[in-house]
């Protein structure tokens, strides 16, 4: 799907189907979707299954066409102008619809006096969610397969989620996002056919005092067989499969998602951010992996680039091998 935001000058909107691919089995699709917004519009992302898994995020120009209506020239002739965004991601994983305001957006002006536009490539991934107001449990279960956490969150991201019965006040943060939430779900639940959790301060910390927050979950089933792979940063994951069969791509990051993996020798600064995520990782490893019979991809930036500087980081990468 590729769409455009309307500025007030105009209002535009095309739709490409881009590509499909398989996740997990032949009957799960993933749809790969791009949108782009104006500057100054909302960009909408939305999956009608699975939930959204963000691949990039960028703003800026790189185009003289695109938002470009009624605009002088000079405010389009830069098109070597992008930055990449990282709060798209973070407001937008896990969930299925996500609508996002993108005036300071950015993190910053990557060109001044440009006209610019914001660019987001998503798929909708396969996956179940879960939704728990503090204080209550959260259940997972899979009728089938292993849990695999996605995303978490324990906080606020909008004023209606769990407000029945709240004070206004304590639903005006809608920025508000817990450092780790992912690490305890991972440790408590991944391999698990169910797991229970508790959504409370004492299990994730407050991440803003005074609001009333909730757990948000997203997480795969994923089918028996399947296999891992993990190499600390600069070591070569090789991933194989029998004869007769060929590498399908659960999963992958390449980042920090706890501060015990790979931590030997590290410093504690290099092991604090456990909410890193390479946002290309499941692409990366689909393109050097899917469909052979053996590979290799090098746990490194140079070949997924450095979602968060200073942080030694890690491949995680779940498999398994199917017949031809």
């Known amino acids: 799907m590729y769409t455009f935001g309307s500025n007030s000058r105009t209002m535009c909107s095309l739709s490409v189907l881009l590509l499909t691919l398989v996740l997990l089995n032949s009957s799960l699709l993933i749809s790969a979707e791009t949108v782009v917004a104006c500057d100054g519009n909302v960009q909408r992302l939305s999956c009608a299954t699975g939930v ?15 938002c470009s209506i009624g605009r002088p020239p000079s405010e389009t002739s830069n098109t070597q102008c992008s930055i990449d965004v990282p709060a798209v991601p973070k407001l937008c994983n896990g969930l299925r619809k996500c609508e996002i305001d993108t005036p300071g957006l950015a993190p910053r002006d990557p060109c001044y006096g440009t006209y610019k536009y914001y660019t987001t490539n998503y798929i909708c991934v396969p996956a179940e969610t879960s939704v728990t107001c503090s204080g209550g449990y959260s259940y997972l279960k899979c009728e089938s397969g292993k849990i695999q956490m996605n995303t978490a969150n324990y906080g606020r991201t909008d004023k209606v989620t769990c407000s029945q019965g ?26 698990l056919e169910s797991c229970e959790v508790f959504a409370t301060n004492t299990v994730f910390t407050d991440p803003c005092v005074g609001t009333y927050k ?45 501060s015990s993996t790979c931590s030997a020798g590290r410093p504690a600064s290099e ?32 070949v997924f680039s450095d979602p968060c500087s200073g942080t030694f980081k890690f491949l995680y990468i779940s498999y398994s091998c199917v017949f031809k």
């Open 214 to 258: 909730y757990l948000a979950i997203s997480y795969f089933c994923l089918p028996p067989g399947v296999r891992s792979s993990l190499a600390c940063e600069q070591v070569t994951s090789a991933l194989t499969c029998d004869d007769g069969t060929v590498i399908h791509i659960h999963s992958a990051n390449y980042g920090r998602t706890d």
């Open 52 to 66: 959204i898994s963000v691949q990039s995020a960028t703003c800026g120009r790189t185009s003289r066409q695109l």
């Open 271 to 302: 092991l604090a951010k456990t909410d890193c995520y390479a946002l290309n990782s499941q692409t990366v490893v689909a393109n050097g992996c899917e469909g052979k019979n053996s590979c290799t991809i090098l746990a490194s930036n140079s």
């Open 166 to 191: 709240r004070p206004s006040e304590q639903l005006q943060n809608t920025n508000c996002y817990s450092p780790n939430a992912l690490a305890p779900l991972s440790k408590s639940c991944n391999g």
